[in-house]
């Protein structure tokens, strides 16, 4: 398993995966009185040119496809249509993905909310809980919380940063869920690869996205953070979420 340099994205066994592109985010903004109307378009591209460098065979989006939670808008079908041409493309549901089983479109395969095994790594969305084979993996990659942290540069100025969070299981709280699992497991947080869509990870949160983590089976507070570039940051509970803090 491989992260990509400066792309939120994993290479494993010659499938590129990613999660949360959110395609069709046009509509919404436009609401807002945003007009972009390209911004999915560009997220395409970025996808592709990986799929290029990388020589993937297989593109494996981790939930959350799409931005219309209940249906699937005219803009995500083309776009699945085209990605699916070029490319084998296995979609996880995710809390976004309401009705995207019934797009009818060849070569896209939909697995359930509960994930799937490819390659003894584990792939969620991250929204439900994760089914039973996916916990007997080396490894879960999951979506949904769109990982950030807040940084101060040098000249003071504070900005936000996509980061991936690497955290070890507990493995007593796993084992009030789950019967079989991988005791070594680790859990990869991956960021969101809609550069629009983002969360800072604050220590200090109460709830969270997903049983995964409301349900703490995993560590993480000592979790690794590592940004975009490969710059190991630390673990969680030593970044600060506000610098001036």
Known sequence: ??????????????ALIIGDTHFGMEAKL???????????????????????????????IAGDVKENILETDKKTLEILK???????????????DGGIEKCGLSGVEVVSAEGFVYKKVGVVHGHSWPGKD???CDYIISAHQHPQIMM????????REAAWLIAEPDVKKIGDHYENFNKNIKLVLIPAFNPLVGSII???EKRRLGPILNNKLFKLNDALVVKLDGCFVGKLKN???DPHG
């Open 30 to 60: 436009r609401g807002k009185g945003i007009y972009d109307e390209n911004i999915s378009e560009r997220i395409v591209e970025k996808i592709e040119k990986l799929l290029k460098e990388t020589k993937a065979e297989k593109l494996i």
């Open 202 to 204: 604050d220590i200090s």
């Open 82 to 96: 085209s990605l699916s041409g070029i490319t084998e493309l296995i979609i996880v549901k995710g809390n976004h």
């Open 1 to 14: 398993m491989k992260f990509l340099y400066n792309a939120p994205a994993v290479l494993h066994y010659g």
């Open 152 to 159: 101060e540069d040098r000249s003071g100025k504070i900005h």
């Open 239 to 241: 970044i600060k979420s």
């Open 134 to 136: 996916v916990m007997k």
